[in-house]
Structure formats: C-alpha cells, structure tokens
C-alpha cells in the first residue's frame, strides 16, 4: 500500500515516492462530507506542489459554486500558454534574426514541459522545478535561455494585451555561470585538429576560418561569397551579438582554400552551405565538431568541466590567445575580436609575453 507524506507547505496536497525515486502528487478536500483523493500527476511529468495547490483551489471552487458560476468561467476561459507562444513566434518570425533556433529550442524542451497549461497554471514555482530538471541535461547558460524565452513570451502577450496578469518570472533568478573558459589549444594541437579534419572539406574550411578570424559559430556560417575580397585578403564578417559589421583578416592558406571553394559559387551563397540537407548549418557544424573535438581533447573530462572542455567556441578563444602570446597591444585585440568593452579583452591580457614573466624568472639571480 501506498505511503503518503503531506505538503509542508500546502494543505490538502500529499505525494507518494514511488520505487524510481520519482514522486507521484494527489490532492484531497472534501466532496459530501467524504474526503475525496485525486491523482494530479509525478514530477517526472513537471507536476510539483505548488501546481496541485492550484488545482486543489479550482476543484473546491466547482464544488462550492459549480461548473456554471463566474469564477469557474473565468477559470475555463484562461488563454494557453502555447497560444501565446504562437502569436509571440508569428512576431518573432519577423523582429527576431534568432527566431529560427529560439523556436526550435522552444519546441524541443519549453513546449512539452509546459504543453495544455494555461497562463494562470504557469507559476514561479513550476518554472524553478523545470529549471532544476534541465540543468540535468543541459549546460546553465543554455537553461538561462530556455527560460529568458519564457519571460520574453509573457513580457509580449502581457504588452500586446493578450493577457492581464503578472509575469510570473520577473522574480525568477537566473543560474549563475561561470563564462571565463580557460581551455585554448596550443600549435601542436592547432596541427592535431588539421589534421584529423583534412578530408573532409567543409569542417577543414570551417575550422581554418574559426581560427583566423575568431569570429563566433553563427558569423561563420553566414559568410558568403560577396563577403570575401582576395584583394586585400579579408573578409566582411556580421556580429549577430553586437549587431555590427566588421572585417577580418585572412591569411595565405585560408584564401588559397577559399578561392578553391568559391569557383561554383554565386555571390549570395554560402560558402560553408555543402547541402541543402544542412538547413540549419550551425547546429549541424556543432555536432560534427563535437566527436573529433572529444577524441582528441577531452576524453578524460567531466562533461561538466566547461573551462577546460574543447567546444567550437575555443577555436575563438584560441585565436585571441595566442594574438596575446604573440605580442599584440589589447586594443588591437580588442578590435580584431569586435569586442563592445575592453573588458572582455583583458581576459587575455594575462598571456601576454610583457604580462610580467620574465621580471619573476629573474628575480633573485
């Protein structure tokens, strides 16, 4: 038989953990003077106490004003959250030059958590639990995102007037992250890499790119051929995070590379586009990236060791790096990154060859 523990927090809501180590919530209240017991859902659902605290409230309601009475109606007729999240990602579709992977990110793990919940059923509570279950998967920053979405979805229907409530996340608090990524690669690895990707031409272009402009993922994959002027060897980049443009330099290979690439080109083309089957490029550089990038560098990591894991976005810290190592002012640095503060430069600053290593090895000689 089934052992229940109550809610320290909310009468009449109790659970049962089950031999998974999931738990399984119910609500009971009183129906004809019996204690009438209601099975709500399990965690692993996204059901918490705070959701069937709510619905505990609406099942007393009906009971004490019926099906027909106004507070009910009003209950009935509360708009779903997904209906909102439809009409923000129609406006989104046009405003948002990340509609395409927010929606995506949206459907594969916003949606089925919170699928036939109404606005009303969306708490604070409800969201932290889906926060705590995808960082389980998921890297902090990448939850950060998924529910800054949800914030956003609500911030539009409450300004457009779809609904009058408050936004339920405005005192969420966000997973604090730790974004100073130690890991870059040295020249012995650089080489390593190279190597390993030589065959296959689209990941050997993409890397070599990576590495000589230390532009992001995203900037990458929209360089296209109009981009590239082989006269001056450089190459018009656009900063989807600062929403700039900026040039980059290229060197002797990458052009010799790139004047291979581009012969069967048209100038709106990308020149990383290999297939049409690779419609959302990004996504699909980063999972073939992925494989090489854990058999050679990370085979002894923690998956959550992300200072130190090689992921695609070394190959810009790695750029920056060794510019540092090799002498170049911070300002320079600076420019050549697109950085909006200098502060986000000085990171590097530490690798300079004047950073203060030599005054240390002479000391006391």
Known sequence: ????????????????????????????????????????????????????????????????????????????????????????????????????????????????????????????????????????????????????????????????????????????????????????????????????????????????LALNTGARLHTIINIKKKDIDFYNKTVTLTDFKNDTNYKAFLNDTVIELLKHKVTSLKENDSILLYSTRQSNLGTYLSKKMKPIFDELFNQELDLKDTQNRVVTHTLRHTFASHLAINGTPIFTIQKLMNHKDINMTMRYAKLAPDSGRNFVNDLYK
């Open 1 to 208: 038989m089934a052992q229940f523990t109550k809610s320290k927090k909310f009468t009449g809501v109790t659970f049962s953990t089950l031999k998974n180590g999931d738990k399984s919530y119910y609500i009971t209240y009183k129906l004809n003077g019996k204690v009438t017991r209601i099975h709500i859902g399990k965690q692993s659902e996204g059901i918490n106490e705070a959701f069937c605290h709510q619905k505990r409230n609406d099942a007393i309601n009906k009971v004490k004003f019926g099906e027909d009475s106004s507070i009910v109606r009003t209950k009935k007729k509360s708009i779903l959250f997904t209906k909102i999240a439809d009409e923000y990602f129609k406006y989104s579709e046009i405003h948002n030059k990340g509609h395409y992977n927010q929606l995506k990110s949206f459907q594969k793990h916003i949606e089925p958590f919170l699928k036939d919940l109404t606005v009303d059923e969306v708490t604070l509570e409800l969201i932290e639990t889906m926060q705590q279950k995808k960082l389980k998967i998921l890297a902090p920053k990448t939850v950060n995102h998924l529910t800054q979405s949800i914030g956003t979805i609500f911030n539009y229907a409450i300004n457009r007037e779809l609904i009058k409530i408050k936004n339920p996340l405005v005192k969420l608090k966000k997973i604090v992250l730790n974004n100073h990524r130690l890991r870059y690669l040295n020249v012995e690895e650089i080489n390593l890499l190279f190597d390993k990707l030589k065959d296959n031409e689209q990941l050997f272009l993409f890397a070599h």
